[in-house]
């Protein structure tokens, strides 16, 4: 029989259903609707919109699928007992427009990126059905993840190595992948509840839906049962969550702040910017959360509330 860790090595993915009830999911959807309408324009736009991270942890139902014990076991049947989430819960709203990517495309320049026992995913909560009209899921190509050259520790010391690993994997592997895509797309059947976790390196896209809402109307008055509404964070196990914060902050020291403004926003988070039943919650659980320190914190939480100022006129999102 296959285990869960076995399917998604060889997959790059695995589907979780019914992880929330149909009362969980109205409960979700609802309370993220009621934030939507105070939202200023840089999170949300005529067509979609997204929470982040800075919000979402004050609210408990936004949290409590986080602590979910079905959820909770999944992840440690993959990861093993040190599973470790990062701070980067986010619920994004009508995104239908992602185009083909893998989430770990800016990693390939870090050699723990070609460990062989590299293992780190995003976990998605979808809060509709997927289907072709209203496009509610993701698309995926299975076993794209596997196309990144792995090799021994011991090997990647080596500065001649290390640079033509990361040349194939940046040329050869996605010239592979765009021809494989073309063949092998399985767009995931997936229902409202249902959990689906992927490797940060598996290539998909937003499920593309075939019916386009005009734009003549508001974004809130579009807002239907179908609206596309799902609850993404990112999990790993200590030792490569370490690795991820860090190379965080490197992408924001390199990069301009409105493009790395969701990064930001979860560096600057400390303890006391979760709600006050959260990590007594997350304790029990047994699952940890790698955060910043708190001073360090307060460094990135000063430079996101100057991008707020200039941008808004206001430190504050609500």
Not at 43 to 64: F, G
Not at 126 to 146: E, M
Not at 163 to 170: D, S, V
Not at 229 to 258: D, V
Request: aromatic fraction near 12%; charged fraction near 25%.
């Amino acid at each position: 029989m296959t285990t869960l860790r076995q399917q998604f090595r060889k997959d790059g993915y695995v589907i979780v259903s019914n992880v929330l009830t149909e009362s969980e999911v109205a409960q979700v959807r609802s309370t993220i609707a009621n934030y939507l309408s105070r939202l200023p324009p840089l999170l949300k736009n005529e067509d979609k919109a997204y929470l982040p991270a800075s919000i979402m942890y004050t609210d408990e139902v936004l949290t409590q699928h986080l602590y979910n014990p079905e959820i909770v076991s999944t992840l440690t049947q993959i990861f093993g007992r040190s599973v470790t989430y990062l701070p980067d819960l986010e619920a994004q709203i009508n995104h239908h427009d992602s185009g083909w990517h893998f989430d770990a495309q800016s990693e390939r320049g870090n050699d723990y990126f070609y460990d062989k026992d590299y293992l780190f995913a995003k976990c998605g909560i979808y809060l509709q059905d997927n289907t072709k009209i209203d496009g509610g899921g993701i698309d995926i190509v299975p076993g794209t993840h596997k196309s990144i050259f792995q090799i021994q520790p011991r090997l990647i010391k080596a500065a001649q190595c290390r640079q033509l690993i990361k040349w194939y994997n940046t040329t050869i592997r996605d010239y592979a992948n765009q021809r494989k895509t073309q063949r092998e797309v399985i767009s995931l059947p997936i229902k409202q509840g249902d959990l689906v976790v992927f490797d940060s390196r598996l290539r998909h896209r937003a499920t593309v839906p075939e019916k386009h809402e005009s734009s003549t109307t508001t974004f809130l008055s579009r807002l239907s049962p179908e609206s596309k509404m799902t609850l993404y964070w990112n999990a790993s196990n200590t030792y490569y969550a370490k690795h991820f914060l860090e190379h965080s902050t490197i992408r924001c020291n390199k990069r301009g702040y409105e493009i790395t403004f969701g990064i930001h926003d979860t560096l600057q988070l400390t303890t006391s910017s979760f709600h006050n039943k959260f990590f007594s919650n997350l304790e029990q659980s047994g699952v940890g959360l790698q955060l910043y320190p708190n001073e360090l914190a307060k460094g990135w939480k000063k430079r996101r509330n100057e991008l707020l100022s200039e941008i808004l006129g206001r430190t504050e999102f609500l």
